[in-house]
C-alpha cells in the first residue's frame, strides 16, 4: 500500500479530506446545540412578525399608532403575509373590509 505521499492525490488529498471531516464535525456540534432552542427561537419569531404586522396594519384595524405615516411605506411588505397572520390570529376571515384575501 503507498504512503500520502505517493498516492495520486499526496498529502493535498489527504489535507482535503481532513478539512472535510473537520467541517462535517463542525456542522454536526454547531446543530446540536441549536436544536433545543430551535422551537423556542420560532416561537419568538412569530411573536415578532405579529407584533410588527399588528403596528403596521393597526390603522386599519382602529388601533391610534404614532408612526401611522411611516407604517404605510411598509404595507405592501406585508400584503403577501396578511392571509397567515389573520389565520394565526385566530380569524377566520380577513378583519379589513378593503383587504380580502380568503
Same mark, same amino acid.
Given at each position: 500500500m %503507498?504512503? %500520502? @505521499?505517493? +498516492? %495520486?492525490?499526496?498529502? @493535498? =488529498?489527504?489535507? !482535503? /479530506?481532513? /478539512? $472535510? =471531516?473537520? /467541517? !462535517?464535525? =463542525? $456542522?454536526? !456540534? *454547531?446543530?446540536?446545540?441549536?436544536? %433545543?432552542?430551535? +422551537?423556542?427561537? !420560532? /416561537? @419568538?419569531? @412569530?411573536? *415578532?412578525?405579529?407584533?410588527?404586522?399588528?403596528?403596521?396594519?393597526? *390603522?386599519?384595524l382602529g388601533l391610534p399608532n404614532p408612526m401611522g405615516y411611516h407604517s404605510l411605506e411598509l404595507l405592501p411588505a406585508v400584503y403577501e403575509r396578511f392571509h397567515v397572520w389573520h389565520q394565526r390570529m385566530g380569524m377566520d376571515r380577513s378583519p379589513l373590509d378593503h383587504m380580502s384575501c380568503c
Open positions: %503507498p504512503s %500520502p @505521499a505517493e +498516492s %495520486p492525490d499526496g498529502l @493535498a =488529498g489527504l489535507g !482535503a /479530506r481532513v /478539512r $472535510a =471531516g473537520l /467541517r !462535517a464535525v =463542525g $456542522a454536526w !456540534a *454547531e446543530e446540536s446545540y441549536h436544536l %433545543p432552542y430551535r +422551537s423556542t427561537l !420560532a /416561537r @419568538a419569531q @412569530a411573536d *415578532e412578525d405579529d407584533l410588527f404586522m399588528l403596528m403596521v396594519l393597526g *390603522e386599519s
